[in-house]
């Protein structure tokens, strides 16, 4: 008996330091082999429980338990709350941010924290969008209006070149008209005819003519302003032919560009501006280079270039709408930048 006793404390202070793992004992009093079986149907349960907790430990929540295993109520309880907590966080990852956790005590409270910043962030990314559809919407209402504008503007200046072709074709009867005066004395009565020709010149444009009107009308008018600030000009435009390009892009493309070209050049010194502009068509390609002398350096971020003014959410929309318009035409645009020359080159396809 006392030998069987023994051998029982060694095989439980065993279990104690070696888990799931078992000893076979053989004991000579029946009685103590009956506790025996009884000791290792109770070691068999809390080894089964060691599982069941590792397997949680290690996130693996499809565990088992034997009816006979009383002891695995909470492990149980544990697993099914962390299979619900598994499936509350897969809702999370698709994008359902309306639920909260009550039974995991101060992990709930941090999840549920957790979940209403989600939201919060969720509802300000949202209001960030909407203010940057509004805004960019903003910027389309303005720049439709500002083309209306130049359309409007550039109208004018078509009826202007008319006026000057019905004054070309009319020279000669003005100049029989002046002569005629002259030899009858009337000195007066020429300069008053000279006095109302001049005021005709004077609200006209000299350009070379094609079928082109708002082309014609918009390179005269952005060429004039350069003019103005003593900017030497090369020009050489090669079209025989009326372009199929929608006015309002026509605008955009060489509005943009010329005005970033101005831009430029009124921070060069005087005698150092130039501006150049060549515009080719060869068959339904138009070949554009428009090239500024600049002074500031030319910042670049991504092929995009960085505006140097102050109002900087105003600016850069104008090279996008260049960038923009080309892609309709199936053109190309790169730019070229050497020895303080912006160049920007420019052709379409199919116009």
Known sequence: MKKDIELLCDYLEWILIHPLENQQLTLQDSEMMRLYQTIEKFVAILNRNYEITENISEGKLDSEVGKDNL????????????????????????GKLDMQIHFLGDFSKTFNRMIAQLKEREQALLENAKLTEALNNQQFEILEKELQDQAEKYTQVIDSMEELRRFRHDMKNH????????????????????????????????????????????IDEKLKVASQLDVKIKKIIAINRRLDIKDVDICILFGNALDNC?????????????????????????SVEIANTFEEPVRMDESIIQTTKSEKHNHGIGLKNVNATVEKYDGEVNIDIKNNIFKLIVVLCKV
């Open 71 to 94: 002891y695995a109520g909470p492990l149980m309880e544990l697993q099914s709350i962390l299979k619900h907590l598994t499936w509350q966080l897969g809702l999370v990852a698709n």
């Open 175 to 218: 100049f029989m008209c002046i002569d005629s005066l002259l030899l009858d004395d009337n000195m007066q009565g020429a300069r008053d005819y000279i006095h109302s020709i001049n005021n005709i010149v004077a609200s006209s444009f000299t350009l070379e003519t094609n079928d082109n009107y708002i082309f014609n009308a918009l």
């Open 262 to 286: 101005i831009d430029a050049l009124k921070k060069v010194e005087q005698e150092k501006r130039e501006l150049s502009i060549t515009v080719i068509l060869v068959e339904d390609t138009l």
